[in-house]
């Protein structure tokens, strides 16, 4: 049975008492079952059709992500509180306070031991992953008592994308240094439907965190961006980035772009190309940038700017990090398409004069295209702040582990990438 309207005020109260008693540790009352609001028979994206997926065959792994994380209770409670919004004006300010909650939730968590019998380990982004994924696929097949347009329903999964990833709340404190860091969601999920994202872990463990360097207080604030080119083509790097760039209080005193990259290595990538060129996975929409190696492409949304932009983080000083058991280098190298020629050429020390970018340092995929974005806000509105971008080594399971959701190798390589990118970060701040 569908909650009445007029009592949607009283499940909002109560839904952020049962978000506030989760956060603060306590035990949470179970959420109460999915109400009869949605229609199952509308599909969603390519990336919420995997929330059935398992492995061989087996039980939903997302399903037990979700379960073993907590965020099976964020999202039934997120479902029954929508169930109830009397009008849209209701649902925005739900969709908004819910999606900021789950951040809250899900960043709050990541910088705390989980002791639950079969929890999760405190830095597994996955959990909201699939917590945003089965949020979004709720307000797709959400069938409200009142007239709701098909521009309203999009505005409504667009704040919820910002709001959870965020965005709208990298609100930088008065009176110390500011540092915005950000990472990506999980992707070649189909590859493996299990894998998290350790950029997104480490951006879960930083944020709002306080570090005193040198006698200096950094306060950091972090942002996950998706791995689809349409949020990409609709300027989700901008609206995050931007007024971090811009004079005044908010303005970031350091930003870092961080994406998930090679086995073994970090990697500060030096040069940022402007172009897509990937051609062998498309996204987790499964859709393609359009580019390839020989004929790469630019976004639609692109800002004007050069075909090569440079990091200014102080590369000297993170290459020294201890990121044991991983190595940091330096990375310079990039493929390019030499003025008057039409092949590509790898070339080791960074772009020749007048060159096309095939790929940048950080290859040609959605981690070039993050890196390059965030080093073209910095040179239009603000050329001094240090900007750049940091691969993190590539996340593994146990190579004997083929069903299970976790296991230690998993735990302890993510929690090490952690640790190195902490480091990596920690220098650049000394």
């Known amino acids: 049975m569908r909650l009445r309207p007029s009592s949607f005020s009283r499940s909002l109260l109560v839904g952020a008492i049962a978000l506030t008693t989760a956060l603060s540790g306590a035990p949470t009352v179970q959420a109460a079952p ?3 609001c949605l229609e199952t028979g509308v599909n969603g994206t390519v990336e919420e059709q995997r929330l059935d997926n398992g492995v061989a065959g087996g039980p939903s792994v997302p399903a037990e992500i979700l379960r073993r994380s907590g965020f099976d209770r964020h999202v039934a409670l997120f479902t029954r509180l929508l169930c109830s919004a009397p009008n849209s004006r209701a649902a925005a300010v739900l969709v908004r306070v819910q999606g900021e909650a789950l951040w809250r939730t899900a960043t709050h968590r990541a ?13 597994d982004d996955r959990g909201l992953y ?16 009142f007239d709701l347009g098909t521009a309203e329903r999009a505005g409504l999964i667009r704040s919820l994308e910002y709001a959870s990833r965020g965005i709208t709340s990298t609100r930088l404190a008065p009176g110390v240094r500011k540092i915005l860091v950000t990472g990506f969601d999980p992707f070649t999920l189909d590859a493996d439907i299990r894998i998290g994202n350790p950029s997104g872990a480490n951006a879960l463990t930083l944020d709002g965190q306080r570090w005193v360097v ?6 950091i ?14 300027n989700m790097v901008e609206n995050a ?14 930003v870092m772009t961080a994406s998930q990259g090679r086995v ?9 190309g402007r172009r897509r060129s990937v051609s062998s996975i498309g996204d987790n929409n499964n859709l393609w940038g359009g580019g390839t190696i020989s004929a790469p492409v630019v976004s639609p949304s692109m800002p004007a700017g050069p075909e090569w932009l440079t990091s200014s983080l102080p590369l000297a000083r993170m290459s020294q990090a201890d990121v044991t058991p991983f190595r940091m280098r330096v990375n310079t190298s990039v493929l390019e398409i030499p003025a008057g020629q039409t092949q590509p050429v790898r070339q080791p020390l960074g772009p020749t004069p007048g060159s096309i970018a095939s790929e940048g340092a950080g290859g040609g995929y959605l981690s070039n295209e993050v890196a390059y974005r965030n080093t073209l806000q910095r040179d239009l509105l603000d050329p001094s702040t ?35 990118a902490h480091a990596a970060l920690r220098a650049a701040l000394s």
């Open 264 to 272: 073994g290595i970090f990697d500060l990538e030096v040069f940022n």
């Open 34 to 36: 999915i109400t009869g």
């Open 221 to 234: 604030q972090t942002v996950v961006f998706p791995v689809r080119y349409t949020d990409f083509d609709a």
């Open 241 to 254: 980035l931007a007024p971090h760039y811009r004079p005044g209080p908010q303005r970031a005193d350091l």
């Open 111 to 123: 910088q705390r031991p989980q002791t639950g019998p079969g929890a999760l380990p405190a830095t």
């Open 130 to 145: 699939w917590a945003r994924i089965s949020m979004a696929l709720a307000l797709r097949q959400w069938q409200p008592d």
């Open 214 to 219: 040198n006698g200096k207080t950094y306060e």
């Open 386 to 420: 240090p900007a750049g971008h940091l691969h993190v080594p590539v996340l593994s399971f146990d190579p004997a582990n083929k069903t299970a959701i976790t296991d230690p190798t998993y735990e302890s390589n993510r929690e090490a990438i952690v640790r190195g």
